[in-house]
């Protein structure tokens, strides 16, 4: 019956609690898994990166891919201004009146170049076949009042070109070019305009030189900037990023191979992994080189960072070319395949004979900047410095986006000894600027530079911040849940401990502090000995007069015991008092002679042990002046054993004490 009661009682408990908690616990729970899901995420997004796998999407060169788009047809304004160096004293010059050319800087004069890459198909090693297009088209509004029809003072190139080539052959053909220059009166300096030295000017001698030599030179007309803008039969394999993002837009071959046919050594020769301008390498690092390919320049030339800065709101970093650049081997010895020929020009020229159909082309920084001083021997009014000269790339790090560029290269004619040509004896062993050009581009459009600052700025902000947000929250998640959760459970347990402490009053704490003495002693003393502690029948609150009436508990029962066992004591001792009363005060005065003689003794309140091994106790006088006659009162007291009555005086001697008057 009690067992039911119980089981009863408990299972009423345990469904109280569950209908007051289910709620919020649920509710902790969903928020700990939120905390849970929450530090996932920031994970995810501190380990996976994910908006580095999608940038990297965006960059690969795939058909309709918004990146191809702007790599195939740019949006960009690039412009190619052209500045010339028109001759202020030919007449002079010729007569022998003056020993340098005077030269005047006029310009610019500025074409806007439609760049365009006409792809042809998608290759299965990770690249693409295309043909490069350079369209020019004129800016009058940008030319800062210079027109094409301005007429200057300029080398003829055809003459100086066909005259160096021709010095080095056989009489015989020196005199039938001397006879031709002659008959045609070609002068090396030639009145013209400035739009006929850029884009091509008619010349008799051209004419018979495109006749008698086809091989050679195939086109009737001669301009410099029409001649660096052919890209007549070139192509070009660029790579996708399918391999490596870094990659994309970056020239794999130029016209079938990784080499410039004109150079002989993979240092000067090699032109994989450059760009065209249009996309350089992405990812790249503060002290990390890059190349720079264009047709002009003959050559793949390495740019270096110089500087950090902001460009469009974007981070840019700034490029230029390395001191000794255009070195043929005098300070860089690996430059020593840029000797055409085993000819090294000075330092400061680069010779691109090879790639201007045979004409005695070199390159240098413009008014010779950085350039030997020999170059200025024999020609006057050039002021280089590094603000107007210098070659500048400002170049998006994360995604090789050209924010600010600004390419400038001089063309020069690098003549030999041509003293034995009519006409031209006067420019002999000279180094004759025509022209400088610049390749710029001030800015992306309003639409790219948008695009590309949230691309860049926007979106890694908001992945940062995301990544954040979840570690927070899921952290904050987490402990405030564990730390309600151990509140809980602490402040239960705390409750429970007050509840158990309070049921028990002060006959209950004695009853226990003797039942501990007892387990004590049945445990040998020994604190590892399993002892058990009696416990109340169960942890609920005693206060229900349901269960009161129907369940006593553990120290109710164990008081009625105690009572019922002290009311069989004095049964038995009242009705043992008549029997031996008379031999009582037959023995008293023995007793009263003992107690005196030991009043002024120390009683040892330790039970002595007998010859035999047993324990008893001695009687303690409580009163001596009480009557010796009367016995007032005898008290027992009960240490929690079960006893019969025939064991009460014999086996719990020591637990008795008789107090006499």
């Known amino acids: 019956m009690r067992s039911n009661a119980s089981e009863s009682r408990k299972l009423t408990c345990q469904s109280s609690c569950l209908t007051n908690t289910d709620p919020d616990q649920l509710g902790l729970f969903l928020f700990l898994m939120l905390g849970f899901f929450s530090l ?3 994970c995810f997004i501190l380990f996976l990166r994910p908006y580095d796998f999608f940038f990297s999407q965006k960059a690969i060169l795939e058909e309709g891919g918004e990146i191809f788009e702007m790599w195939r047809k740019p949006e960009v304004k690039l412009y190619c201004r052209v500045y010339l160096f028109n001759v202020t004293n030919a007449e002079e010059y010729m007569a022998g009146k003056h020993d340098k050319l005077k030269l005047q800087e006029v310009g610019p004069y500025v074409y806007r170049e439609r760049l365009e890459h006409e792809v042809v198909q998608f290759n299965e090693n990770g690249t693409l076949s295309a043909i490069p297009r350079h369209p020019l088209a004129w800016e009058e509004e940008l030319s800062e009042g210079n027109k094409e029809d301005d007429v200057v003072y300029m080398p003829h190139i055809a003459l100086l070109s066909i005259a160096n080539v021709v010095s080095k052959q056989s009489f015989m053909t020196r005199f039938g070019l001397n006879n031709l220059i002659s008959l045609t009166n070609t002068r090396p300096l030639a009145r013209m305009t400035a739009r006929e030295f850029m884009m091509g000017y008619s010349s008799k001698l051209m004419t018979l030189g495109n006749t008698f030599m086809p091989g050679w030179i195939y086109f009737d007309k001669l301009g410099l900037i029409d001649r660096m803008y052919d890209f007549e039969g070139d192509y070009e394999t660029i790579f996708t990023g399918t391999d490596d993002v870094t990659n994309s837009g970056l020239i794999d071959t130029y016209r079938g191979s990784t080499q410039l046919p004109q150079w002989e050594d993979r240092h000067c020769s090699n032109v994989q992994f450059a760009s065209d301008g249009t996309k350089f390498k992405s990812g790249v690092s503060h002290n ?9 320049l003959c050559r793949a030339a390495p740019l270096i960072p110089v500087g950090e800065g902001v460009r469009g709101g974007l981070k840019g970093f700034m490029y230029t070319f390395p001191e000794h650049m ?19 020009l000075p330092e400061g020229l680069i010779d691109v004979t090879d790639c201007y159909y045979g004409f005695p082309i070199a390159l240098s920084y413009p008014h010779f900047y950085k350039g030997d ?65 610049d390749i710029r581009m001030y800015s992306l459009t309003p639409s790219l530079e948008q695009r590309f600052n949230l691309y860049l700025n926007v979106l890694p ?44 009053n002060f006959k209950t704490n004695l009853w226990f502090n003797q039942e501990k003495t007892k387990s004590k002693k049945s445990c040998g003393d020994s604190v590892y000995a399993p002892c058990e502690i009696p416990l109340h029948d169960t942890e609920s609150d005693n206060s229900d007069p349901q269960f009161d009436d129907k369940k006593p508990g553990f120290i109710k029962s164990h008081s009625e015991k105690i009572k019922e066992l002290s009311n069989k004591l004095s049964d038995k001792v009242h009705g043992s008092v008549g029997n031996v009363k008379g031999s009582i005060r037959g023995e008293l005065s023995q007793v009263k002679k003992a107690i005196n003689e030991r009043k002024n003794s120390l009683i040892n309140p330790e039970a002595e042990r007998s010859d035999s091994g047993e324990e008893y106790s001695h009687y303690k006088p409580v009163n001596q002046s009480d009557s010796d006659e009367d016995c007032k009162y005898l008290e027992v007291i009960d240490d929690g054993s079960d006893f019969d009555d025939a064991s009460v005086l014999s086996a719990h001697k020591n637990q008795l004490y008789i107090n006499i008057g």
């Not at 990390?288 to 002009?296: A, G, H, P, W």
């Not at 927070?472 to 730390?483: E, H, K, R, V």
Request: contains cysteine.
């Open 40 to 42: 996932g995420a920031a």
């Open 288 to 296: 990390q080189s890059i190349l720079f390919y264009r047709k002009s």
């Open 326 to 344: 255009l070195d043929n081997g005098k300070n860089i010895k690996e430059n020593k395949c840029f000797c055409r020929k085993g000819k090294c």
């Open 373 to 437: 001083d020999v170059l200025f021997s024999k020609v006057e009014g050039l002021t280089p410095n590094k603000e107007d000269h210098e070659t500048r790339f400002w170049i998006q790090p994360d995604s090789g986006l050209p924010l600010d560029v600004s390419s400038k290269f001089q063309i020069n004619m690098a003549l030999d000894d041509i003293s034995m040509i009519t006409n031209t004896e006067r420019f002999s062993n000279m180094y004759l600027p025509m022209l400088w050009f």
């Open 461 to 504: 902000v908001v992945e940062k911040c995301a990544m954040y947000f979840c570690f927070i929250i899921g952290a904050a998640l987490i402990l405030i849940t564990t730390y309600i959760l151990t509140f809980k459970i602490m402040f239960k347990n705390y409750n429970n401990g007050q509840n158990r402490k309070c049921n028990f």
